[in-house]
């Protein structure tokens, strides 16, 4: 079985978390053949408070989370402390080493940046975070214009509902376009703005 790990923190962007978490898991328990789970870790297990008040649960703390093969870090207000914490940053940079594949959604990204992740790479974030993306490490192309960028073995995404859009593209991208159209249709992710 192959996993991906959403991490959650006091201020996380609800959808930021929620958003992936809706297709991926919807995927991975619906078509279990695939081979994929999904599972949220915290810090220390416990429950988080999002950015808007909603508490969401972990199944994990960092240290007990089984072994990832995709990690998603969400964006959101909380990820402002994360940006100068030597520890979530070492553990980001710990997780670098052994997971195959690092995601983000908006200002996640700032915290793949600090950590390093992201030197003379393809990036982006949510549009009010551009200019401080480019300030955390000047050799990032920072990509002002995409919903999201996938680098081969990071991808990042612009803000809120940008990380719908990554998460569909992580199901093609792991189990087929096909497979991701399933989802899409599934959770009725047909975006009709009515404003």
């Known amino acids: 079985m192959r996993r991906i790990g959403v991490v959650l923190f006091d201020g996380v962007e609800e959808l930021d978390a929620v958003g992936p978490w809706e297709v991926l898991a919807h995927w991975t328990r619906t078509h279990p053949e695939d081979g994929w789970d999904v599972t949220c870790l915290s810090r220390d297990g416990a429950a988080v408070t999002c950015a808007k008040g909603l508490t969401l649960m972990a199944h994990h703390s960092f240290a007990d ?76 192309e920072v990509r002002p214009d995409d919903r999201f960028v996938d680098d081969g073995d990071v991808i990042t995404s612009a803000g809120v509902s940008a990380g719908i859009d990554m998460a569909l593209h992580l199901v093609a991208r792991l189990a087929g376009t096909e497979r991701a159209r399933q989802v899409r249709r599934d959770i009725q992710y047909d975006p009709r703005p009515p404003v």
């Open 65 to 140: 989370a089984p072994a990832l093969d995709v990690l998603l870090h969400p964006g959101g207000r909380g990820t402002r402390t994360q940006l100068h914490d030597g520890e979530h940053l070492d553990w980001v940079r710990r997780r670098r080493a052994e997971v195959p594949l690092m995601t983000s959604v908006c200002t996640g990204a700032l915290v793949y940046a600090a950590a390093g992740l992201l030197s003379g790479r393809p990036a982006t974030t949510h549009w009010g975070s551009l200019d401080l993306l480019s300030e955390l490490d000047l050799s990032i």
